[in-house]
Nanobody, 114 residues
Framework: QVQLVESGGGLVQPGGSLRLSCAAS????????MSWYRQPPGKERELVAS????????NYVGSMKGRFTISRDNAKNTVYLQMNDLKPEDTAVYYC???????WGQGTQVTVSS
């Protein structure tokens, strides 16, 4: 049974940081590219960042570039998203997704507010 379990979300003040984790099981994690998406309130889900199976290729989208860092630990079957200098517009539910099988996690809420 495939599972992607996100954690690490919460309430943070503008300028703060959070580190999201996505623990994977049920498929060969080390062979799958992984991505983080987010869905702001009332908006469509959007790609945040992606990382290849080995971690050698990383891509970021838009305003997240320079503030967010995606990484992975294949020994722990986990992908991370380090988010720095958070802004209110980063408020969203954050999801991880596997390229292998197209599996989604349940999401973790990130709220940036003073």
């Amino acid at each position: 049974q495939v599972q992607l379990v996100e954690s690490g979300g919460g309430l943070v003040q503008p300028g703060g940081s959070l580190r999201l984790s996505c623990a994977a099981s049920g498929f060969i994690f080390s062979r799958s590219a992984m991505s983080w998406y987010r869905q702001p309130p009332g908006k469509e889900r959007e790609l945040v960042a992606s990382i290849s199976s080995t971690g050698a290729i990383i891509n970021y989208v838009g305003s997240m570039k320079g503030r967010f860092t995606i990484s992975r630990d294949n020994a722990k079957n986990t992908v991370y998203l380090q988010m720095n200098d958070l802004k209110p517009e980063d408020t969203a539910v954050y999801y991880c997704k596997s390229s292998m099988g197209g599996y989604w996690g349940q999401g973790t809420q990130v709220t940036v507010s003073s």
